[in-house]
Each structure stands twice: as structure tokens, then as C-alpha cells.
């Protein structure tokens, strides 16, 4: 069966394209936070302190040693349909992390999803990493998502941590047959902390914005 999409390295000529699939896959995201982390990939690491809010994000920038980020062409109209990408911290080489992965709304229930995650966990596999790792929350709109982690055996992790209604969840993955490497959580979540008071505060504006307005429709 000949394959409905193809995956591609974000480059300056598909960037506008694929920022604009991020906006839509992550619209309560500020476009001025996802234009920082799609970029990182692109400029040279010694640049990285002259992107706008570089400051904000400088203590988890910092423990990075590198950032990749893929877009998911969906062949038959020929326009970029998800992105995904991963990352890696400096103390914890043998560990990749996914990061923004998604599906444009307008191009779901598709499979793609199922077949971008996979092909994101080859690719970490590729480069070496020993464990993949995703972090979300158990909050109810990230239920489709957490099913999907679970279907490719990616085991789970609930941190004593909860802030408004819900906590952080470490998804991991072994990637060569194994168990997949302890969790250390200490590092991580304090560069991570500031994202994930973020994210759970999107979510909670979300859920307030759902009671007040009609859901938005995009694709």
C-alpha cells in the first residue's frame, strides 16, 4: 500500500507553512512561544540568545543539547498536515524527548497521527537514544492523545505534582527491547516547571473559553 504522507526536516522553505500547522494544532500557544521553539533548529545554538523570548525560556534552553523538529506532508493535496519534533537534555544523552507533536484538525481521523508518532519513534531510535519520552497531563483533552501513547507501549508515570486540576504524566518508551531508563524526574521538571504551569493553565483558559464561546473550527 503506497504511503498517504511523507515526512520532512523543517527548513527555511517549508517554516511559514508548517509555523502556520502549529498555530492551528496549538491555538491557545502564543504564536511569539512557537516561533521561538520552532526556530531553535534552524539558528545556530550560539544565536539562540538573540530570539524573542529566549529569556523567558533561557533555564530550559540551556540544558538542551539539541532540537529537531519534522513536518508531515499529507501527499494527496500536497500540504503540510502535523508536525512533530525531539529534543534532548545535556545530563540525560541516552534520552529523547517528543515534543509539539500534532495533527492539523482539518486532516484527523486520518491515521496520520498513529504513523507520525511511529515514525518519530524510528527516528529517535535512529539517532541513538536508548528511551523516548513525552510529557502531558491527565487532563480529559489530552484522553485521545494519552490512548495513542499507550497503544505504541509507552509506559506511564503520574508526578506528585498537581497544579489547578491536574497533574503531569510521563509517558516513556524503551527503544531497544528493554525497560526503558529510570526516570529522574528532579532535573527535568525544574527546567520543565515553567512549561507546565503553562500548559495547564492553557488548558483551564481552554475549558473556561469552551463554556463561553462556540469551539473554534479550523482546516
Known sequence: MKANFSMEPLTC???DETINVAFRVFPY???EELQFHFLLPLVPRNEWCYLET???NQKWV???SGVSCYSLRYIKENKIAGVTGLYSYIDRPQEAWLGWFGIDPGFRRKGL???M???TIDEARNHGFKTLRIWTTNSPDTDAARMLYKKNKFRSKLLPVKIEDYSPVIYSLSLNGGKPLPFNGDIILASASRSVCHYIARQAERRSRKKQFPAPVFG
Do not use: A, C, I, Q
Open 113 to 115: 497521527g498513529k504513523r
Open 54 to 56: 529566549y529569556k523567558d
Open 29 to 31: 500557544d502564543s504564536p
Open 62 to 64: 540551556d540544558e538542551l
Open 117 to 119: 508518532l511511529r515514525w
Open 13 to 15: 522553505e517549508n517554516f
